[in-house]
């Protein structure tokens, strides 16, 4: 700008002295050119400047973005590990030699929220194996349990909603009341297989209740021994039965205290074509204690009852019929939380 204030001196003192129209002319002319240097400048500044205000503004949409994401996806999971081993050598009060056991447990979620949607995905994997001298080596805790449930917010905390559940274990399972010991149960023998359409009530984040007048339960058992038994309902050398009921299924999980928490989950089902008066029940109750980052205990109990589940022998009358099955398990150990 100081070059332009010249130039037009120049051109007034030369204009005062009368020099020749061709020396003016020149003058002018780069007095045009100079300007529009100017004019090219200034705009290539605003051009920089509006560069920098247009990324800034992606970046910043795309972080408004990428936290939208992560606000409708919630995941999470835990794992334990408990160990034990003993191990006695002349020792009067008695005992076995040797005893190994070791308990894991692994649950995971991943849930999807938008909107009125709402999506929920959860897997319960256990497995537990003891080991003694007398005894040798058997399992302790077996499960898989796979939930998938879809639901749409329809007012007052209640949801339509779909669920699909699927149980089974992972190895084979032997009653040891007999030499050799029966087999009972192996991977996806039995599975059960459900698939509900119902309501799902939730009124805060630690409570579900979902009910369903009509659901369909798949119970299947692939081992032909076992189908070939009829176990677990089939009939004889069938491998599925297909039961239709109404289902009930209560989740809760709460931090009862500091450090303390439960998590239980109770499922009723009841097959209106056979024996719509027995129940079934399957009810998992967990306890957990944080001692500190890495260190936890345990304690854990199941009861099931299946009237179709008639493998166990009655002491006193010496049939088969179904009975209440208890399964308990404690443990401290290792703790990873997701």
């Not at 879809?150 to 007999?178: E, H, P, V």
């Not at 192996?186 to 459900?194: N, W």
């Not at 119970?219 to 009930?248: C, F, P």
Request: glycine share 8%.
């Amino acid at each position: 700008m100081k070059q332009l204030f010249r130039q037009v001196a120049v051109i007034r003192t030369q204009l005062h002295g009368k020099l020749p129209a061709s020396i003016i002319y020149l003058g002018m002319k780069r007095i045009v050119l100079l300007f529009f240097c100017c004019l090219l400048g200034a705009y290539t500044l605003q051009a920089q400047d509006w560069r920098q205000e247009r990324e800034d503004m992606e970046k910043k949409l795309k972080m408004a973005q990428d936290d939208t994401l992560k606000a409708r996806w919630r995941k999470g999971g835990l794992f334990n590990v408990n160990v034990n081993q003993g191990s006695l050598s002349n020792w009067a009060a008695g005992g076995d030699k040797f005893s190994f056991s070791i308990a894991s447990s692994f649950t995971g979620y991943i849930a999807y929220r938008q909107g009125r949607h709402s999506w929920d995905n959860g897997i319960d994997l256990a497995y537990g194996y003891v080991n003694t001298t007398s005894l040798g080596g058997r399992k302790s805790d077996d499960r898989i349990d796979l939930t998938s449930k879809y639901g749409y917010d329809i007012g007052n905390k209640w949801f339509a909603s779909a669920l699909l559940n699927m149980r089974t274990q992972f190895t084979n399972g032997y009653l040891y009341d007999s030499v050799p010991p029966r087999l009972t149960s192996r991977f996806f023998s039995p599975a059960y297989i459900l698939f509900a359409p119902g309501f799902d009530y939730k009124p805060n984040d630690e409570l579900s209740v979902f009910l369903t007048p009509v659901s369909a339960r798949f119970v299947v058992v692939m081992d032909d021994t076992l189908a070939s038994r009829g176990a677990y309902g089939v009939d004889t050398g069938k491998h599925v039965l297909t039961q239709v009921g109404a289902y009930i299924s209560v989740n809760w999980a709460k931090e009862i205290m500091k450090n303390v928490t439960y998590k239980g989950r109770l499922d009723l089902f009841t097959d209106y074509r056979h024996n719509p008066q027995n129940i079934d029940i399957f009810w998992t109750n967990a306890l957990m204690l944080k001692v500190n980052k890495y260190i936890s205990a345990n304690l854990n109990v199941d009861l099931i009852y299946d009237d179709d589940v008639r493998e166990f022998v009655n002491e006193k009358t010496g049939v088969k019929g179904p009975r209440l099955q208890v399964k308990q398990v404690i443990g401290v150990g290792f703790s990873a939380r997701f």
